[in-house]
């Protein structure tokens, strides 16, 4: 089992930066994939950005290339979605999701087994 705890999230204004994090504990991370993910309010879950922890490999959406970015800490097993020049189409919970690595395409949701609990990010206009 991987738990995932989400923080950092909150209310910026458009253009502004917010930068999230992912705490992981109940395994080793070398095996797996972090992920964030998004959802608007009546939309789908939507993938952002992703990043395989032993190699460091990194995959984004085309939403938000030269905007967001994706690290982790080995030290302290958790993953970071710095966010800067935020829109408002970028409001949304967001959360983090693991699965182990394999031949899967980042954005199929149901190939990751752990989520997190989600925190809101909210940009105003």
């Known amino acids: 089992q991987v738990q995932l705890v989400e923080s950092g999230g909150g209310l910026v204004q458009a253009g502004g930066s917010l930068r999230l994090s992912c705490a992981a504990s109940?395994?080793?991370?070398?095996?797996?994939?972090m992920a964030w993910f998004r959802q608007a309010s009546g939309k789908e879950r939507e993938f952002v950005v992703g990043i395989r922890w032993s190699s460091g490999g990194t995959a984004y959406a085309d939403s938000v290339k030269g905007r967001f970015t994706i690290s982790r800490d080995n030290a302290k097993n958790t993953v970071y979605l710095q966010m800067n020049s935020l829109k408002p189409e970028d409001t949304a919970v967001y959360y983090c999701a693991a699965r182990l690595l394999g031949p899967t395409s980042w954005p199929n949701l149901d190939r990751y087994p752990y989520w997190g609990q989600g925190t809101q990010v909210t940009v105003s206009s």
């Open positions: 109940g395994r080793t991370l070398s095996s797996y994939a």
